[in-house]
């Protein structure tokens, strides 16, 4: 079978290269899937350049998702049969045509999605889910405000946010984008180009927004800290600005708010019980089609550097989706 794989890390993600590689059959607890789609992620990206907290021994495919189908199935198995159509949780292997993969990891796919939107969902939505509900304890009638709201993460919190009947203001530099978003449901969308901090401030009659959802860093860090409000939740998501922001501590303690670190993964590893509750929760509101990715691009697999690099250049709009 067909591989995007990795040999090396590089800043340059155009080391990924096609193999023929040959899986051994699916091992006790495994299943092997046909893979039909694999949603592209900003991990992907980090870890090609070796800069991700989880590094995968070379050589390795990337791809955190994939949905497809069961193509054969290892000792012990019993949940899933060959046909059953399934959505994963990787972490690596997804650029590729097919991946062994534990049945624990594995669930069917949603309602009425195809493969790419099964591909698509999991990871933003949970995330979404994690640091809305668990992390940030959104409440109905507050003001939840999310940067990089054109992204995949971002985009997903914007529509958990209107789930959860708060206000939504959404950010990006990107007016062309914010269309989207406006169309997906925001209440307000801002341009961060000349700053945000006195928008928001008068979107909110002066309090600022109870709940910010920052997977950017940098400055967008440092002006979120300007329009909080009064126990407010700055929840930390990632730094696609690049830059690690820092507080200083007396802002938390004269505006009353918390920084808030959230890794929807990892909550579940911990707690286990927690992380299946949140996961079915994510499942149902996919099944019942109230939660649906955006997809802006598709590519085949020999294209996933170009899926990749849509993503570097800040180009894509929710998620971009690798098809085999």
């Known amino acids: 079978m067909r591989a995007m794989r990795v040999h090396e890390l590089s800043e340059n993600i155009d080391v990924l290269r096609m193999d023929e590689v040959e899986l051994p059959p699916p091992g006790p607890g495994e299943v092997r899937l046909k893979l039909r789609a694999c949603s ?5 990206i980090l870890m090609v350049q070796g800069k991700y907290q989880f590094k995968p021994e070379l050589p390795f495919s990337p791809g955190m998702e994939g949905a497809g189908t069961v ?30 993969v534990p049945e624990a990891a594995c ?13 698509a969902y999991p990871a933003a939505y949970l995330t979404a889910y994690v640091a809305l509900v668990c992390r940030g304890h959104l409440q109905k009638g507050e003001t939840l405000l999310v940067h990089g709201s054109t992204g995949g993460v971002g985009l997903a919190a914007v529509e958990m946010g ?13 007016d062309e984008k914010l269309k989207v978003v406006k169309a997906r449901g925001a209440d307000h969308v801002l341009n961060v180009t000349q700053g945000f901090r006195e928008k ?16 950017v860093g940098g400055d967008v860090f440092d002006e979120s800290v300007r329009c909080i409000a009064w126990n407010g939740r700055l929840l930390i ?63 085949p697999l020999e294209r996933a550097v170009d899926a990749m690099r849509m993503l570097q250049e800040r180009k894509a709009v929710g998620k971009v989706v690798i098809e085999m």
Do not use: H, Q, W
């Open 40 to 44: 592209v992620n900003f991990p992907d």
């Open 71 to 100: 193509a054969s199935v290892g000792e012990g198995v019993t949940r899933l049969k060959p046909g059953d159509r399934v959505v994963a949780g990787l972490r690596v292997g997804g650029f590729a045509e097919e991946v062994n």
């Open 107 to 119: 669930r069917p796919i949603p309602g009425a999605m195809d493969f790419a939107e099964a591909a």
């Open 162 to 174: 209107k789930l959860l009947g708060a206000t939504v203001i959404a950010t990006s530099a990107s």
């Open 200 to 215: 928001v401030k008068e979107l909110t009659g002066g309090r600022g927004a109870d709940v910010i959802y920052d997977p």
């Open 237 to 299: 998501i990632g730094f696609t600005s690049g830059r690690i922001p820092s507080v200083s501590v007396n802002m938390p303690l004269i505006k009353g708010f918390s920084v808030v670190g959230v890794r929807a993964g990892e909550y579940g590893r911990r707690d286990p019980e927690a992380g299946r509750a949140n996961i079915e929760a994510v499942d149902r509101l996919a099944a019942e089609g109230r939660i649906k990715p955006y997809i802006c691009a598709r590519f």
